[in-house]
């Protein structure tokens, strides 16, 4: 896992146990350096326990979170004692710094509440909440109000807290690719790349002419053409089908070459019809390897489900896919069938095959349809998030949910799997009454608090929590 930096802040109130400071300081470092996190924080020869407690203070700590902005994806305010609440205030805005704060506050103990030992912390969070607040500083809380860094519970809002600083920072200048036109039908997939670019998301485009143009430059006997073919087949172990597996091997150099070109983090793709009647294969094993690979591909040109896509990988840090809401499962209220015919990563299908499309092989021919991945998703927590950009109102819609995938069989083709969610119907109601997509993105993880609290807070965006 990549190793993320966070500035660290360690409050003090000159009237409270200052000694307090350089214990609360060493063990907030050691938990966040056993959690893989590398710090940004005064040291004891900067200020006395490098603790900021007055204006000078202030602008040292800022002037030393600016010098690391370019790696700092998050700061941690933590309050050993009471700590001074305009000091912390003024060294998040003097640094700059546009990124997730998480305030932390230590608990006193019944028997330690003498004067030399009293903390007074929960007192002083909510103190510093209320300065930062007035100087529009957003910021995120524990979930208990007072808690010692070494307990669970802090284990548990620290992981939170980094998956909420991966989105945000995952999402600043963020360009993605789309590869041709919407499916003619698929209206329902339509987006505005003006609000994308309002909110920092640029979509670079390429036609698939332009694609096929670049792909019959490559020779079958192509260094980088024969790698390709190599651990494609490793990634997806077919047999037979050499010619169909060779082209999906060029079409990887080609969107490889693309991606590098354009430093884009993922790609919505046409998936059909153009490319079967024009090269002859399904593309969903393709677009499978990318997203394996972390860089997500969508179908059917979805850009606002590859975003979606994306957003679930960084809160992650494992790849997802995009599945169609496609069928109720029974007389069960809360489960429904996701599938698509499909593109999914390996990492979440038992036993995943690469077969022809059993949909479109009666309208384009079984020979041009090789390349759809089978199986059926893996049992388990699932994280579900679906964006849309809504021209009415101008701004970056949502919906975010959480459910568990189950065992339950199915006799289908395609990539398949049945979700539980606590009142689905709602859910339905609010994807039906607000016009989303019939696509959504999910994650084999539960994620769904960081991904609310990145977007809703951090981002401003009008998301629906489902719960």
């Known amino acids: 896992m990549e190793k993320q930096t966070l500035g660290l802040i360690v409050g003090n109130r000159s009237c409270f146990p200052e000694e307090l400071c350089k214990a609360g300081r060493e063990r907030i470092m050691k938990v ?106 957003k910021y995120s809380l524990t979930s208990s109000h007072t808690v010692f860094p070494e307990e669970e519970s802090f284990q548990s809002d620290l992981e939170k807290f980094l998956a909420v600083c991966r989105i945000t920072r995952g999402l600043k200048n963020l360009k993605i690719g789309a590869i041709g036109t919407r499916p003619d039908p698929f209206k329902t997939v339509r987006y505005s790349e003006k609000i994308l670019e309002r909110h920092g998301i640029s979509v670079d485009v390429m036609d698939l002419s332009d694609l096929f143009a670049n792909i019959n430059k490559m020779g079958n006997a192509d260094s980088n053409v024969k790698k390709t073919l190599d651990e494609f087949g490793n990634y997806m172990k077919i047999r037979g089908e050499t010619a169909a597996v060779l082209k999906m091997a060029k079409l990887i150099c080609a969107i490889q070459n693309w991606i590098e070109e354009k430093e884009l983090k993922g790609f919505a793709f046409q998936c059909w019809t153009s490319i ?118 101008g701004e970056i819609m949502g919906y975010v949910s959480k459910g568990t995938m189950t065992d339950d069989l199915l006799k289908t083709f395609g990539g398949v799997g049945v979700a539980k969610i606590d009142n689905l119907q709602e859910l339905l109601k609010l994807i039906c009454e607000n016009g989303f997509e019939h696509h959504v993105a999910i994650n084999l993880s539960d994620r769904y608090e960081a991904i609310y609290e990145a977007l809703a807070k951090y981002k401003n965006w009008d998301i629906y929590p489902h719960q």
């Open 32 to 137: 966040l350096e056993k959690a893989n996190v590398e710090i940004v924080a005064l040291s004891q020869q900067d200020t006395r326990y490098g603790k900021v407690e007055t204006w000078q203070d202030a602008k040292k700590c800022a002037q030393l979170f600016k010098r690391n902005a370019e790696k700092i994806s998050g700061i941690i305010v933590t309050l050993p004692n009471f700590g001074d609440e305009q000091a912390i205030s003024d060294t998040i805005r003097l640094s700059g710094l546009d990124v997730p704060v998480l305030i932390h506050a230590y608990p006193d103990e019944a028997d330690k509440m003498d004067p030399p030992r009293r903390r007074d912390s929960f007192c002083g969070k909510i103190s510093v909440c209320a300065n930062l607040r007035q100087y529009g500083i």
């Open 276 to 393: 079967q009647n024009n090269f002859g294969i399904f593309p969903c094993g393709v677009m499978s390897y990318f997203s394996h690979k972390m860089t997500p591909a969508a179908c059917e040109v979805d850009v606002t489900g590859l975003v979606s896509m994306y957003i679930l990988q960084l809160a992650s840090q494992k790849p997802s896919a995009i599945v169609d809401w496609n069928n109720n499962y029974g007389n069960d209220p809360d489960k429904t069938v996701l599938f698509h015919c499909s593109n999914f990563p390996v990492e979440i299908l038992d036993k995943p095959i690469m077969t022809h499309h059993v949909i479109l092989e009666q309208t384009v021919g079984k020979e041009k349809t090789f390349g759809a991945v089978e199986g059926k998703i893996k049992p388990g927590p699932v994280t579900f998030l679906r964006l849309s950009t809504d021209d009415c109102s």
